[in-house]
Antibody, heavy 114, light 108 residues
Framework: EVQLVESGGGLVKPGGSLRLSCAASGFTFSSYSMNWVRQAPGKGLEWVSSISSSSSYIYYADSVKGRFTISRDNAKNSLYLQMNSLRAEDTAVYYC???????WGQGTLVTVSS | SYELTQPSSVSVSPGQTARITCSGDVLAKKYARWFQQKPGQAPVLVIYKDSERPSGIPERFSGSSSGTTVTLTISGAQVEDEADYYCYSAADNNLERVFGGGTKLTVL
């Protein structure tokens, strides 16, 4: 059974940093591109970032470019999102997902507030 | 950047056919996916490559494409199909991905 489990969310002040993690199991993690997708409270889905299977290709939404960094450790079956210079508008549930959208985690809530 | 445009809401009675459209120039060149999201749950893929249905998705869900518009059709919509539906695609240059704004489907 495929499992994606996010962690690392929480309350952070504007300008602060957080590192999200996503632990993958049940599939060959190193063979798949992965995405981070977020959803602000009461709003729609927003693609945040993608990383290819070997980390050769990395893409970001304009809204997070220069502040967020996606990475992965295929040996640990893990995906990461380093979030710096956080803003109130980054408040959202953050999901990790296989790039094809076949599998999603349950999400982790990030709240940016003073 | 680019956009995918969906109606904000669609309403049908149980047993009727629901159609949700998604429009964007990139859809003439790139495949679309459709996701269903129920309150408090993660999204679920219901259509990929414009019209392919993943295993486990009921046959009443289908997708089609014409020019710059893709359409999700739910034939004989059921109460349990009530959810938010999002289209999703890659940009022409493959450097971005984008979701449509979402459509709230009401079945009652």
């Amino acid at each position: 059974e495929v499992q994606l489990v996010e962690s690392g969310g929480g309350l952070v002040k504007p300008g602060g940093s957080l590192r999200l993690s996503c632990a993958a199991s049940g599939f060959t993690f190193s063979s798949y591109s992965m995405n981070w997708v977020r959803q602000a409270p009461g709003k729609g889905l927003e693609w945040v970032s993608s990383i290819s299977s070997s980390s050769s290709y990395i893409y970001y939404a304009d809204s997070v470019k220069g502040r967020f960094t996606i990475s992965r450790d295929n040996a640990k079956n893990s995906l990461y999102l380093q979030m710096n210079s956080l803003r109130a508008e980054d408040t959202a549930v953050y999901y990790c997902a296989r790039a094809g959208g076949e599998d999603w985690g349950q999400g982790t809530l990030v709240t940016v507030s003073s | 950047s680019y956009e995918l445009t969906q109606p904000s809401s669609v309403s049908v009675s149980p047993g009727q056919t629901a159609r949700i459209t998604c429009s964007g120039d990139v859809l003439a060149k790139k495949y679309a996916r459709w996701f269903q999201q129920k309150p408090g749950q993660a999204p679920v893929l219901v259509i990929y490559k414009d019209s392919e249905r993943p295993s486990g998705i009921p046959e009443r869900f289908s997708g089609s494409s014409s020019g710059t518009t893709v359409t999700l059709t739910i034939s004989g919509a059921q109460v349990e199909d009530e959810a938010d539906y999002y289209c999703y695609s890659a940009a022409d240059n493959n450097l971005e991905r984008v979701f449509g704004g979402g459509t709230k489907l009401t079945v009652l």
